[in-house]
T-cell receptor, first 113, second 111 residues
Framework: AQSVTQLDSQVPVFEEAPVELRCNYS??????LFWYVQYPNQGLQLLLK??????LVKGINGFEAEFNKSQTSFHLRKPSVHISDTAEYFC???????????FGTGTRLKVLA | DAGVIQSPRHEVTEMGQEVTLRCKPI?????LFWYRQTMMRGLELLIY????????DSGMPEDRFSAKMPNASFSTLKIQPSEPRDSAVYFC?????????FGPGTRLTVL
């Protein structure tokens, strides 16, 4: 069975500092990996996705993530955060060829002035 | 495209009443998902459809919940009778291949 673990429930960081949000997954088959962002009172919006190919994936708003198969991780990074990045971030995994997404519990990023 | 459309955006009802949530997926998408989000339990998949057919409803909490997809452009999630513990934000999402597109959600409050 698949599972997704987001190790940090909350991450406070000062504006213009770098940030890393951690995500680990478990699966016995090949997977697709996603990061979604949820701003207050809104639905989830795709930040980036890994399907195949280059393990470094770039997304919107300056975010990027690296797929590490040996460590079964897909950590999200941004070199310099803005106040507007304050939101909840969800990591998700889906086995290739299926439709069932497994979402992590979310990490609340709070950017401080 | 207008994206995934959900209605109503907010619903306040009394315990025991029937509640119907509606979703219009993005045109051309063949998969549709219903999720529930609460502070305590996070984001839970309730049910998903592929080509209008329910594929997995193992996340539906109990018989009070039912979902239908009569055609490719419309789905409903019904709760009858509703209970206070059903209070949550319910999201609908649709996809064609890998990426899911989420609607804005319906915030349900059951008094």
């Amino acid at each position: 069975a698949q599972s997704v673990t987001q190790l940090d429930s909350q991450v406070p960081v000062f504006e213009e500092a770098p940030v890393e949000l951690r995500c680990n997954y478990s699966s016995s088959v090949s997977v697709y990996l996603f990061w979604y962002v949820q701003y207050p009172n809104q639905g989830l919006q795709l930040l980036l996705k890994y399907l195949s190919g280059s393990t470094l994936v770039k997304g919107i708003n300056g975010f990027e993530a690296e797929f590490n198969k040996s460590q079964t991780s897909f950590h999200l990074r941004k070199p310099s955060v803005h106040i507007s990045d304050t939101a909840e971030y969800f990591c998700a995994v889906v086995s290739s060829g299926t439709y069932k997404y497994i979402f992590g519990t979310g990490t609340r990023l709070k950017v401080l002035a | 495209d207008a994206g995934v459309i959900q209605s109503p955006r907010h619903e306040v009802t009394e315990m025991g009443q029937e509640v119907t949530l509606r979703c219009k997926p993005i045109s051309g998408h063949n998969s549709l998902f219903w999720y529930r989000q609460t502070m305590m339990r996070g984001l839970e998949l309730l049910i998903y459809f592929n080509n209008n057919v329910p594929i997995d409803d193992s996340g539906m909490p109990e018989d009070r919940f039912s979902a239908k997809m009569p055609n490719a452009s419309f789905s409903t999630l019904k709760i009858q009778p509703s209970e206070p513990r059903d209070s949550a934000v319910y999201f609908c999402a649709s996809s064609f291949i890998e990426e899911q597109f989420f609607g804005p959600g319906t915030r349900l409050t059951v008094l």
